[in-house]
Nanobody
């Protein structure tokens, strides 16, 4: 069974920084794209940042220039460095990954999707 375990959320003052981590575990042949989404109360889940295995990045407009996504492929871990945090960044942050269980899936482009349980980030004074 493949799992994503997030860590690093918490309470931070406006203008502060936090670093989220998400580690994938389980029997995985290959991980494709990994990313972060967030959902604030009463709002839909939205993309924060995504990073392909090849290194291409995509950021939500509201976080460009403030957040940075990175990954350690050897550790199957993705990170989200969040700087200059604002109260509107308050949300539950979810990690997401596409993965291939077997080499046959990898060669056939058959990837599955998994989500983490979420970690709460609260930006408040």
């Amino acid at each position: 069974q493949v799992q994503l375990v997030e860590s690093g959320g918490g309470l931070v003052q406006p203008g502060g920084s936090l670093r989220l981590s998400c580690a994938a575990s389980g029997s995985i042949f290959s991980i494709g794209a990994m990313g972060w989404y967030r959902q604030a109360p009463g709002k839909e889940r939205e993309l924060v940042a995504a990073l392909t295995s090849g290194g291409s990045t995509n950021y939500g407009d509201s976080v460009k220039g403030r957040f940075t996504i990175s990954r350690d492929n050897a550790r199957n871990t993705v990170y989200l460095q969040m700087n200059s945090l604002k109260p509107e960044d308050t949300a539950v942050y979810y990690c997401n990954a596409d993965y291939a269980l077997y080499v046959s899936d990898y060669r056939g482009g058959r990837y599955l999707e998994v989500w983490g349980q979420g970690t709460l980030v609260t930006v408040s004074s």
